[in-house]
């Protein structure tokens, strides 16, 4: 692991407004096939759960719906849910490719491969070297709810007593064709949840994972709607944890 200059980071990116950044670590893993990925960790308990938050898809389009050239996002929507946990272990992890000055990073990593194999195993690889053998608690947002769901089934080294999504995208190929959208040909998907202890905040007024496709997958799994959330707006003032 080594740490990345915040003011490196934003002459790259551009940074405004917030300096919570500083302790970035990037883990870079031993295998060529996979990425690096930035980091914000806590780590004080080395028995307890780890609270691991991972990051939506960012700023993978503009406005104009064209694939960006740096998916960093541009909100702390994520990284503040990390920052207001009070747990002795907790973890921000960026997806693949954001923050990071990576040359195995493409458009496709962002785009239509977002969820493949080598961007599930390159966050499995940061979870594994951030919590080690602890429990943990995997809390995905948007994009990282599917990343979350994926390292749950084909992970099964990593303890995770409790998946926690929020405004999750739980199945792309459902989700590309309620919009017509390019399908996510490179990718995996999850046809089913996985069997394990689980808890999904929806947001009421989400206009990016509509409610109708939340309740369509989630189905008798327990589900809490945020009442007047939108998908970028989608406050959990406390998560339900089982610790």
Not at 20 to 27: G, K
Not at 74 to 87: C, E, G, I, W
Not at 200 to 228: C, F, N, Q, R, T
Request: proline share 5%; hydrophobic share 40%.
């Amino acid at each position: 692991m080594k740490r990345i200059s915040f003011a490196f980071l934003c002459f790259l990116l551009g940074c405004v407004g917030h300096t919570n950044l500083e302790d970035m670590t990037i883990i870079n893993p031993k295998s060529p096939n996979l990425y690096s990925v930035a980091t914000i960790q806590k780590i004080t308990d080395k028995n307890a759960p780890v609270h691991i938050y991972i990051e939506g898809d960012g700023h993978a389009f503009n406005s104009r719906g064209r694939a960006t050239h740096n998916p960093t996002p541009r909100s702390f929507l994520v990284r503040d849910m990390a920052k207001n946990d009070t747990s002795p272990n907790v973890a921000y992890i960026a997806r693949p490719c954001q923050f990071v000055i990576d040359d195995k990073c493409t458009k496709v990593d962002w785009t239509t491969g977002r969820f493949s194999k080598q961007m599930v195993d390159s966050v499995a690889n940061a979870i594994k070297s951030i919590a080690g053998k602890r429990p943990v608690i995997l809390v995905g947002y948007s994009g990282g709810a599917m990343i979350s769901g994926l390292i749950i089934q084909n992970h099964h080294d990593i303890n995770v007593i409790q998946w926690i999504t929020i405004a999750g995208v739980l199945n792309h190929s459902d989700w590309t064709s309620h919009f017509d959208d390019t399908p996510l040909t490179q990718s995996l998907n999850m046809n089913t949840l996985p069997h394990i202890s689980q808890l999904h905040y929806v947001a009421e007024k989400d206009e990016v994972v509509p409610i109708k496709l939340s309740k369509k997958w989630i189905g008798e799994h327990k589900m809490i709607i945020i009442p007047g959330a939108t998908h970028n707006s989608i406050s959990v003032k406390k998560i339900e944890f089982k610790d």
